[in-house]
């Protein structure tokens, strides 16, 4: 306690600092408009985003688009999306503004993510007309994704699919995390904070050792965070936390019982407002990044069964989250408990 009280004291006494949030590009002259090339993604506002694509062999029945996690890209679905793509499903994955190989690295974009996804929804909707279309956010992603289906402006999309979504907000965060992000945010915004070695150490995104090293050795992760971004991300996640429940389009949420960056008491908040007939799949066996656990198989399978049919049986047969509304006895929903 003395240690924060030294700092939040150095802090104050420091020049406060701006927290700094992408704006929208100025199109430039000859801007026709937003479009899907072979590796990017030109935004509303001209903006070029990565794009990385996963081919079904002929025309899709139905496509995924796919929102990666914090400081992740696209390649967070490349293990889920050949195997999609087999099964007659394109994917589409674009690195979110601010990462990956997207404009203004490591600077968080706030609502133009929310502006993004609703254009690629588009694009796809019109380059796909008869497919099922599909969002499918991990983490961060889905929380972007919550945050735009609950929205006056909801993407077109047919189903959402949130994996582990980025629901740990203000409402759920330690007194002194809270503190010491909302001094930090404002006296150091530009400054990037990457985690200790100690809790890099005991702290794991998931059980697949082959990925996390392929991912450390991956130039376009990022491993640190201004803590402007950090500041925008809880504020995200708080509202996602809020929000979910409230869109009108078929929801499974997924999260996985060893999950060590979205906490349980958080994921259990969120569950609780969601509606009666959304799905949910708790995984006994399942970490933070679901897709590329080495389980990870078992959640493809149930994403392509949801897709298939929202109301069908999940192949794995696994129950429900514990605290969302499917999980409660039929009385207690009956009297609106």
Request: charge should be neutral; aromatic fraction near 10%.
């Amino acid at each position: 306690m003395r240690f924060a009280a030294i700092l939040l004291a150095s802090l104050s006494l420091a020049a406060c600092a701006p927290m700094m949030v992408q704006q929208p590009f100025s199109a430039v002259a000859g801007f026709n408009g937003p479009r899907m090339g072979e590796d990017d993604f030109v935004s509303f506002d001209g903006a070029r985003l990565g794009l990385t694509t996963w081919a079904a062999a002929e025309e899709p029945w139905a496509v995924v688009i796919g929102l990666h996690g914090m400081n992740d890209y696209a390649n967070a679905f490349h293990m889920a999306a050949p195997w999609w793509a087999a099964q007659g499903v394109t994917t589409y994955a674009y690195d979110q503004r601010g990462f990956g190989r997207s404009p203004q690295r490591g600077v968080w974009a706030g609502d133009l993510m929310e502006e993004d996804l609703r254009t690629i929804v588009a694009l796809a909707r019109a380059r796909h007309p008869h497919a099922v279309l599909a969002v499918v956010g991990e983490s961060m992603g889905g929380g972007v994704a919550i945050e735009t289906f609950a929205s006056e402006r909801p993407p077109a999309a047919d189903r959402l699919i949130l994996l582990a979504p980025a629901v740990w907000g203000w409402s759920s965060q330690p007194l002194p995390n809270k503190t010491m992000l909302w001094f930090a945010a404002r006296f150091t915004g530009s400054k990037v904070y990457s985690p200790p070695d100690w809790l890099a150490e005991r702290v794991h995104p998931t059980d697949n050792r082959e990925e996390l090293i392929a991912m450390g050795r991956d130039p376009l992760m990022l491993w640190g965070a201004r803590s402007d971004t950090l500041y925008g991300l809880v504020s995200m996640m708080q509202r996602a936390s809020d929000l979910a429940g409230q869109d009108r389009t078929p929801t499974l949420y997924l999260y996985g019982a060893h999950d060590e960056i979205i906490p349980k008491r958080a994921t259990t908040r969120a569950v609780s407002h969601l509606r009666p007939d959304d799905r949910t799949i708790y995984y006994p066996k399942g970490w933070h990044l679901l897709m590329r656990d080495r389980q990870g198989p078992v959640v493809w399978a149930d994403i392509m069964a949801f897709i298939r049919d929202p109301k069908a049986a999940s192949p794995s047969g696994l129950g429900p989250i514990p605290g969302a509304p499917e999980a409660r006895p039929a009385r207690a929903l009956n009297a609106g408990l």
